[in-house]
């Protein structure tokens, strides 16, 4: 049963990770790239986002569920060194993940609509909108 307050984040990934895999299983204690440490749950949960293929993660406000994908972002980007899209709810949550992945050193574009630019953010400067406004050229 999943109560109305309960946030959740589904992690759907498609391939197959081989060797790199026992590294990064091995090095999640070493996540020190400006997320707060994981307990014991948070870590089981990593292991087991990068093992499967499809994960779900739940649970009440401020169990740590943002840290918790923001770790398996981080951990899928560093073993394929591809592109990952992260999809969310709402656009307070995809701000929330948006900010948390930023703040391991993963390179983040946040889409939105236009009509959400006018919209103040935290992660403004990360919005592609932003991004395009601001280039320099060399």
Known sequence: IILPFQAIFIILFLGNL???LT?????????NSGLPRL???????VRKALREPL???????????????????????????????VCAPSNVVV?????RISQTGVKV???????????SSDVEELTLHYKVRNIKNP
């Open 39 to 45: 307990n014991f749950y948070q870590e089981e949960a």
């Open 55 to 85: 994960c779900l993660i739940q649970g009440p406000p401020g169990t740590g569920k943002t840290v918790t994908s923001a770790s398996i972002v981080y951990h899928l980007v560093r073993a394929t060194k591809k592109k990952i899209l």
């Open 95 to 99: 701000d929330m993940l948006a900010q």
């Open 109 to 119: 574009v946040r889409f939105c609509s236009k009509s959400r630019e006018s919209v």
């Open 23 to 31: 590294l990064i299983l091995n090095t999640i204690k070493d996540l």
């Open 18 to 20: 081989g060797k790199k």
